[in-house]
């Protein structure tokens, strides 16, 4: 099982940026494809990006050209860069693990990020 831990939530103003972190252990990093997801109140959770092992990554269309994905094996830890925030993209966010291999995801507790208009 893969622990995951988030960090870099927090407040701030439309316009603004934000970086999250995830780290992982339990498991070889360089065979998790990860995925950072986000959860509005009242809202299911919905898949932001994705980073493949190899560094491939994906996005909603909701963010893309704003949210920037990235991994560093070394330090087996995942970044979402957030710029042009907008109060929509208030959520809790949660980092996602699977491995290349299958079986179940690992989810972090999640972080809130809150932009104010």
């Known amino acids: 099982q893969v622990q995951l831990v988030e960090s870099g939530g927090g407040l701030v103003q439309a316009g603004g940026s934000l970086r999250l972190s995830c780290a992982a252990s339990?498991?070889?990093?360089?065979?998790?494809?990860m995925g950072w997801y986000r959860q509005a109140p009242g809202k299911q959770r919905e898949l932001v990006a994705t980073?493949?092992?190899?560094?491939?990554?994906n996005y909603a269309d909701s963010v893309k050209g704003r949210f920037t994905a990235s991994r560093d094996n070394a330090k087996n830890t995942v970044y979402l860069q957030m710029n042009s925030l907008k109060p929509e993209d208030t959520a809790v966010y949660y980092c996602?693990?699977?491995?290349?291999?299958?079986?179940?995801?690992?989810w972090g507790q999640g972080t809130q990020v809150t932009v104010s208009s």
């Open positions: 980073i493949t092992n190899g560094g491939n990554t």
């Open positions: 996602n693990a699977r491995s290349i291999f299958g079986g179940s995801p690992s």
């Open positions: 339990g498991s070889i990093f360089s065979i998790l494809v």
